[in-house]
């Protein structure tokens, strides 16, 4: 099956390559009727497990996941969303909307921009739809941010600031953007999207044991990457606390520097995995892309360490597969090869 446009509404660290939960689907998941993924970023899983007709609940602690999730599941109403097109593209109040550091961030003119078009969205008075609108926005964020010369990527650090002017026109982007995204949704029309769900939660906080035929995720990996200050912009936009998203997400990278984060990181996330294999039913799956990371040039053995996690909890090692990672970005190259592991809990 292609991939549908949907999965490119909005750019996401780590994000599956759509093919891997179908792998896992065809091979492991004909009979399961119930799919859950603990770290569902934005939302591959739920879309894919909806082409096979599974029920399936994704949960994610970053609050642009939950967005761009509850976006990707969502069904519209073509002439509702012309509708909506016309509302925030012709609204005219520029009122400040208190972006952080909007003068380094932004050109005067797409700043202006920026104002008339999250003011506008404001105004839809329709969830779905607003939300679908402020998704649209903040897929663009990092195309018409202003820039540095060498380091593209000031969206991540704490202490750079770009000092080039973008000279990519915001407005004209989010209009192409949003024909982008109704294109992405005629394409979903004939998609069965009620059994799937998304939910804002740290995983550990969610309870719902013995209920899944079946996990399938990718889980963060030790100090690979800052999910939340990747998407810096978009907590701007939304005027969401960056820094405690940074405090509550596991294994993030800026974690790295403490003396005890590496057995820190593997004490949390023991407790996450223990918690997420409850809620797999007896001879269900749990299928999962892990990487290996490194840490002051000194490798953190995350595959082995899961191996052994679960099969000391009573859990059957099916596959242990590696895949070469090609296409990545640039915090991504420190990991080139992913493995695939699939798991049966046997009592
Ligand atoms: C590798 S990404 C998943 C990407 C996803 N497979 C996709 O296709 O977009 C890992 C996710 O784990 C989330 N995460 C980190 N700590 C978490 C926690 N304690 N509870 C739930 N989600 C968490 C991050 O926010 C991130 O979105």
């Given amino acids: 099956m292609k991939e549908l446009k949907i999965h490119n509404i909005h750019p996401y660290h780590g994000k599956f390559y759509y093919g891997i ?4 689907i065809e091979k492991y998941g004909v009979k399961c009727k119930s799919i859950i993924d603990p770290f569902c970023g934005s939302g591959t899983t739920l ?38 097109v016309n509302l925030v593209l012709n609204c005219k109040n520029f ?10 961030w932004f050109s005067p003119s797409n700043y202006f921009d920026l104002c008339c078009i999250f003011n506008g969205i ?32 000031g969206y991540i650090a704490d202490n750079v600031l770009p000092n080039i002017e ?52 990718s889980p963060p990996y030790p100090f690979a990457v800052d999910f939340a200050k990747y998407n810096r912009l978009s907590y701007y936009l939304f005027h969401e606390d960056l820094t405690v998203a940074v405090k ?25 995995y223990l918690h997420i294999m409850k809620m797999i039913k007896i001879g269900g ?10 840490r002051n040039n000194k490798k953190i053995d995350f595959v082995n360490w899961l191996i052994k996690l679960y099969e000391n909890n009573g859990w059957i090692l099916l596959e242990n597969s590696e895949r070469q990672l090609t296409k990545q970005s640039m915090p991504q190259k420190r990991i080139q090869v992913e493995h695939i592991l699939v798991f049966r809990r046997n009592n």
């Avoid at 799956?285 to 490194?294: I, L, S």
Wanted: proline share 1%; glycine share 2%; with cysteine.
């Fill in 285 to 294: 799956y749990a299928c999962m892309t892990v990487g290996n990371t490194h």
């Fill in 248 to 272: 509550d997400e596991t294994g993030a990278r800026s974690k790295r520097n403490t003396k005890n984060c590496v057995e820190e990181f593997f004490s949390e996330i023991e407790k996450l």
């Fill in 21 to 24: 939960p179908q792998y896992f």
């Fill in 122 to 153: 404001s105004l839809i008075d329709n969830e779905i739809y607003k939300n679908i609108f402020e998704v649209a926005l903040s897929s663009i964020l990092k195309t018409c941010c202003n820039k540095r010369k060498i380091w593209n990527n």
């Fill in 166 to 217: 973008s000279k990519t026109n915001l407005r004209n982007t989010y209009i192409k953007r949003l024909t982008f995204f109704k294109n992405a949704y005629k394409e979903l029309a004939n998609l069965n999207l009620d059994n799937v769900n998304v939910i804002k939660s740290d995983i550990l906080k969610y309870n719902n044991t013995n209920e899944f035929d079946m996990m399938i995720t």
């Fill in 95 to 104: 009122s400040d909307i208190n972006f952080i550091d909007k003068e380094y």
């Fill in 47 to 84: 879309v894919e497990s909806a082409k096979y007709d599974k029920n399936c609940v994704g949960v994610d602690i970053n609050f642009l996941s939950y967005k761009i999730t509850k976006a990707k599941i969502s069904k519209i109403n073509i002439e509702k969303f012309d509708k909506y």
